[in-house]
């Protein structure tokens, strides 16, 4: 005799209530009070706090310093991803191929991902470093520069440094999800296309990227997500300086709200980092729709 969800109701919501109430309580409780705040002046610094419409919105729109962030965030999230998607998907391919030592290799840089995001802040600090560091080192061995980078202290070269951290701990993850899809193509198809004459270079463009492409995707925009909310790198080793070079949305956040102390403005800030984030989602969402429907 087959069970039916209408045939026990009391039975069906005794065993969603917990997680209804759960996903209430620590994802859309804390979600609509934050857009609640966004629109007061909401301060620890005052004893209530008023309505004050649209002018938190109104105020970062006109703020010079916030789409500097907002641009810092895109450059940094995006180039991080990019690099980390490539080197991710590169090692997943050398993997596949039947290198010695693949199992060794695979659970050695599998470590990365579990590394703590504060770990890769001190192990940064230290390869960056202008005195001492191993980057500065073989860059000035190897005859690209002549005297040692101040990393930390020029714009652009401390947003390198960032991009490189970022994309170095998510490389591992992509590797992981890429091999995983690699093993699931059929053998058949990339044997015909190498038996019909097709470089390694043309496989991959014709034949393995286009069963790979939602996989890649779905792997990049995870990991650019959990970017947009990483803040641990960039406040140990730049505050997000030098000259708000290194400021992402994530740091500009907890630095209004918790050394500036206006909890209303923060809270504008995270409606528009959620809506930035939703907007992204969604056109993804719509660009694979569009493609698996074609």
Same mark, same amino acid.
């Given at each position: 005799?087959?069970?039916?969800?209408?045939?026990?109701?009391?039975?069906?919501?005794?065993?969603?209530?917990?997680?209804?109430?759960? *996903?209430?309580?620590?994802? *859309?409780?804390?979600?609509?009070?934050?857009?609640?705040?966004?629109?007061?002046?909401?301060?620890?610094?005052?004893?209530?706090?008023?309505?004050?419409?649209?002018?938190? $919105?109104?105020?970062?729109?006109?703020?010079?310093?916030?789409?500097?962030?907002?641009?810092?965030?895109?450059?940094?999230?995006?180039?991080?991803?990019?690099?980390?998607?490539?080197?991710?998907?590169?090692?997943?391919?050398?993997?596949?191929?039947?290198?010695?030592?693949?199992?060794?290799?695979?659970?050695?840089?599998?470590?990365?991902?579990?590394?703590?995001?504060?770990?890769?802040?001190?192990?940064?600090?230290?390869?960056?470093?202008?005195?001492?560091?191993?980057?500065?080192?073989?860059?000035?061995?190897?005859?690209?520069?002549?005297?040692?980078?101040?990393?930390?202290?020029?714009?652009?070269?401390?947003?390198?440094?960032?991009?490189?951290?970022?994309?170095?701990?998510?490389?591992?993850?992509?590797?992981?999800?890429?091999?995983?899809?690699?093993?699931?193509?059929?053998?058949?198809?990339?044997?015909?296309?190498?038996?019909?004459?097709?470089?390694?270079?043309?496989?991959?463009?014709?034949?393995?990227?286009?069963?790979?492409?939602?996989?890649?995707?779905?792997?990049?925009?995870?990991?650019?997500?959990?970017?947009?909310?990483?803040?641990?790198?960039?406040?140990?080793?730049?505050?997000?300086?030098?000259?708000?070079?290194?400021?992402?949305?994530?740091?500009?956040?907890?630095?209004?709200?918790?050394?500036?102390?206006? $909890?209303?403005?923060?809270?504008?800030?995270?409606?528009?980092?959620?809506?930035?984030?939703?907007?992204?989602?969604?056109?993804?969402?719509?660009?694979?729709?569009?493609?698996?429907?074609?």
């Amino acid at each position: 005799m087959g069970f039916s969800p209408r045939q026990a109701p009391v039975f069906l919501a005794a065993i969603f209530a917990p997680s209804i109430l759960l *996903v209430g309580l620590f994802i *859309v409780y804390p979600v609509v009070n934050s857009v609640g705040l966004a629109f007061t002046d909401a301060s620890p610094l005052s004893s209530g706090r008023s309505f004050v419409g649209l002018e938190n $919105f109104v105020y970062l729109l006109e703020d010079g310093e916030f789409w500097e962030v907002l641009w810092n965030t895109v450059f940094i999230v995006g180039a991080a991803t990019i690099i980390a998607t490539a080197c991710g998907y590169g090692l997943a391919t050398l993997l596949i191929s039947g290198i010695r030592a693949a199992a060794i290799f695979r659970a050695a840089i599998f470590q990365v991902w579990v590394v703590p995001w504060i770990v890769i802040a001190i192990l940064w600090g230290w390869l960056f470093s202008q005195d001492y560091g191993l980057v500065n080192y073989l860059l000035m061995q190897v005859g690209l520069i002549e005297t040692p980078v101040k990393w930390m202290f020029d714009q652009k070269a401390s947003q390198w440094a960032i991009i490189s951290g970022y994309a170095w701990r998510a490389i591992p993850f992509i590797m992981v999800i890429c091999l995983a899809a690699l093993q699931g193509i059929p053998s058949e198809l990339v044997e015909s296309a190498a038996i019909d004459g097709a470089s390694f270079l043309q496989r991959q463009r014709y034949v393995i990227l286009p069963l790979m492409q939602n996989i890649i995707m779905v792997a990049a925009l995870l990991q650019a997500v959990r970017f947009f909310q990483e803040m641990t790198m960039i406040f140990v080793l730049t505050q997000g300086g030098p000259i708000n070079a290194t400021m992402v949305l994530s740091l500009y956040t907890y630095k209004t709200a918790f050394e500036d102390w206006d $909890f209303g403005l923060a809270s504008a800030i995270g409606t528009v980092w959620l809506i930035l984030l939703m907007a992204f989602a969604l056109l993804y969402v719509r660009v694979a729709l569009r493609r698996n429907l074609a």
